[in-house]
């Protein structure tokens, strides 16, 4: 057998290779192995050849085809009930405390891979350790018998075979916790995004979006055997439509949070190229990670962009090349297993129809400017941030009419406005001294114990004097006659 590791370093593309020498390679590469498959039938010498890459889409075709490299095995991020089995089989040897619940601990670890999960295992009985140091040395100070004497060697005893008394020593699923905050999955140091740190929390309203998602993507990612068991295994598009600022966005990562899904994020444009074919090998490859990562939800941000009607003025023969290459993927013909897709957009009518057909992103949902009340309860998220004056009763300012037509984002950037407002009374009533002074104690308790005054009512106001809707009134009716429309002819 022989196996060549990295093999796209001395195997890429032919007519992407920038010298002579890396066009030779391949060529007596391929010779080897049409050489090994002749050796085979005449004098039936066999000899097995492996390659591993990571960037398989970087080989050149001419490997990939029958009787050369004719076989292809991909190795994805672990499952869920994957990421079970490693742990199970990674902690036979460890010492685990009753608390220890690997079904829990491996729906913490989405992205991990086998090598993350031992990075995992590793940290955490890191800790465990230093724990056990802790509790001994707490008890030689104490003058008790089972008190540690030299760090060193306790340590060495504790992870190796030595005869140290680790009576009691154990890893506890908090330090397996612990762990997961030091560990970053490879998913994400390979420029992957996984699960986000967005919660329902920071979104403050939409609950009827919320419903809607909790249906289509929470609860198949969740219990995909129960819906499997229903026949709905196959995997729902969600577009989300309306005016810009109103947590389109926010809404796809509070989702994925929930889930527990790995998150991938992709605006529209950034997959466009000039070069012939680039732009649909781009959309192949967002899917391909989406399948690796499954379980996995793809956000399309601007998707009128990468997705106009074919047709229309604003289409071209590249933007339908991609628009076919999408139809292609959401139809799943390389299975889309596992993989949920979301795509938002401010001009839903733009988007080409063959997108919005059932199968493809066949549920539609609106997420509309908020009513008065829930522009309260937006106003009480984004004021978790700042230290807003108790009195303030940001209820009742949410509900004024001064804020009709503001969306969650002109919400924030009113808040925002308002604390620098207070910031600015902070630096007219202290000298540039006696501010440095504040900065340079690293601690931080100089500046608590300042007593610098919160944001007032008074500083709301100012600031809705400066911050002004983004939506104009005339966009806000097209947009809901455009809802409208849309209501009627699904």
């Not at 591993?52 to 004719?70: I, V």
């Not at 504790?158 to 008394?165: H, K, P, R, V």
């Not at 998602?213 to 609860?219: G, Y």
Request: glycine share 8%.
């Amino acid at each position: 057998m022989v196996f060549i590791d990295e093999i796209d370093t001395i195997a890429g593309r032919r007519e992407e290779a920038s010298r002579g020498m890396e066009s030779r390679l391949v060529a007596q590469l391929l010779t080897c192995m049409d050489r090994l498959a002749q050796a085979w039938r005449t004098a039936h010498k066999v000899v097995c050849v492996m390659g591993a890459t990571n960037r398989a889409e970087a080989l050149d075709s001419a490997l990939r085809r029958a009787g050369r490299f004719d076989r292809e095995i991909a190795l994805g991020i672990p499952s869920l009930d994957e990421r079970v089995s490693i742990l199970r089989r990674l902690c036979e040897t460890l010492n685990l405390a009753g608390d220890v619940d690997f079904f829990e601990l491996a729906t913490l670890t989405p992205g991990y891979v086998g090598a993350d999960l031992h990075l995992l295992i590793k940290e955490a009985g890191i800790l465990a350790i230093r724990r056990k140091y802790r509790e001994l040395q707490a008890h030689a100070d104490a003058g008790e018998p089972e008190g540690v004497g030299d760090s060193g060697d306790w340590a060495a005893s504790a992870l190796g075979d030595g005869g140290a008394d680790l009576s009691g020593f154990c890893v506890t699923f908090d330090e397996f916790k612990a762990a997961t905050r030091r560990v970053q999955p490879s998913a994400m140091r390979e420029g992957f995004t996984t699960v986000p740190d967005v919660s329902w929390a920071d979104v403050g309203a939409l609950e009827d979006v919320r419903a809607e998602l909790l249906t289509s993507v929470l609860q198949p990612i969740r219990a995909p055997r129960l819906h499997a068991r229903f026949g709905l295994d196959g995997p729902v598009g969600v577009l989300l439509y309306g005016p810009p600022g109103c947590g389109k966005t926010l809404v796809a990562k509070a989702i994925a949070n929930q889930s527990g899904a790995n998150f991938i994020s992709i605006k529209g444009p950034e997959l466009l190229n000039k070069f012939v074919g680039e732009s649909e090998r781009s959309v192949r490859g967002v899917f391909a990670r989406g399948r690796a990562s499954a379980p996995c939800v793809l956000f399309f941000d601007e998707l009128d962009a990468l997705a106009p009607r074919r047709g229309s003025d604003r289409a071209n023969p590249s933007s339908e090349r991609v628009v076919n290459q999408l139809l292609t993927e959401l139809d799943g013909v390389e299975g889309r297993r596992g993989v949920y897709v979301i795509g938002a957009t401010n001009r839903p009518d733009m988007i080409d129809p063959a997108m919005l057909r059932p199968g493809r992103l066949d549920k539609l949902l609106y997420v509309a400017l908020p009513s008065p009340g829930q522009r309260g309860a937006i106003l009480r998220t984004q004021a978790r941030r700042y230290p807003v004056d108790p009195h303030v009763d940001l209820q009742a300012l949410g509900e004024d009419d001064r804020l009709e037509g503001f969306s969650g984002a002109d919400l924030a950037a009113l808040v925002r406005e308002a604390s620098l407002t207070a910031l600015k009374a902070v630096y007219a009533a202290r000298s540039t001294a006696a501010l440095e002074e504040l900065e340079r104690d690293l601690s931080g308790q100089s500046l608590q114990d300042a007593a610098l005054p919160a944001i007032h009512l008074s500083d709301f106001e100012e600031s809705l004097r400066k911050v002004r809707p983004s939506v104009s009134a005339l966009d806000r009716a097209s947009y809901e006659s455009l809802h409208r429309k849309i209501q009627q002819s699904s």
